[in-house]
């Protein structure tokens, strides 16, 4: 059963610091990794995709890596910004096509 | 173009009533997906739907809860007899085909059971 792990549960840091934000699963076999942001009350935005064949996807001051062979993925985001706070959660699509996500990284940017 | 909606966006009912809660996908995805996020268990998959047919209803927690999608557009997550443990957000997500793409999610709908 793929499990999903996000550390750390959460973070804070002061405005213009870079953000680094740690995904781990632990089956392998998968057929992509997207990363999304929620805000409070709100539905999940999607920020990267990565496909499995893919190392890496960048967009903006943000950058996702996946090393499928180590279950590992981390989203980079350059100077950090207040609006940045936010919980961001990863989630690896396997076979059957449904989605299994981590327990999310709550952050807070301090202005 | 209009994104994934969901109604209601707050829905409060007694338990032992049905509920019933709608999605509508972005135009032509072909792929809808309903999931659940509670406090205590973060957010789960409950079914996956590829045109009208549902190849993946494995998340579905228990034979109450059912769902249907009819012309290959909007569809319905119906609760019955809903318990208290069933309140939380419950997720509409569309995409365009299915394996490879991006998962568009709705804004949710909000359940309590009193």
């Known amino acids: 059963k793929q499990e999903v792990t996000q550390i750390p549960a959460a973070l804070s840091v002061p405005e213009g610091e870079n953000l680094v934000l740690n995904c781990s699963f632990t089956d392998s076999a998968i057929y992509n990794l997207q990363w999304f942001r929620q805000d409070p009350g709100k539905g999940l935005t999607s920020l990267l995709l990565?496909?499995?064949?893919?190392r890496e996807q960048t967009s903006g001051r943000l950058n996702a890596s996946l090393d499928k062979s180590s279950g590992r993925s981390t989203l980079y985001i350059a100077a950090s910004q207040p609006g940045d706070s936010a919980t961001y959660l990863c989630a690896v699509k396997a076979a059957g096509n449904k989605l299994t996500f981590g327990g999310g990284t709550r952050v807070l940017v301090k202005p | 173009g209009a994104g994934v909606s969901q109604s209601p966006s707050n829905k409060v009912t007694e338990k032992g009533k049905d509920v019933e809660l709608r999605c509508d996908p972005i135009?032509?995805?072909?792929?809808l997906y309903w999931y659940r996020q509670s406090l205590g268990q973060g957010l789960e998959f409950l079914i996956y739907?590829?045109?009208?047919?549902?190849?993946?209803k494995s998340g579905l927690p228990s034979d109450r809860f059912s769902a249907e999608r009819t012309g290959g557009s909007v569809s319905t997550l119906t609760i019955q007899r809903t318990q208290q443990e069933d309140s939380a957000v419950y997720l509409c997500a569309s995409s365009l085909q299915g394996r490879g793409d991006t998962q568009y999610f709705g804004p949710g709908t909000r359940l309590t059971v009193l």
């Open positions: 739907f590829q045109g009208n047919s549902a190849p993946d």
């Open positions: 135009s032509g995805h072909t792929a």
């Open positions: 990565i496909q499995s064949s893919q």
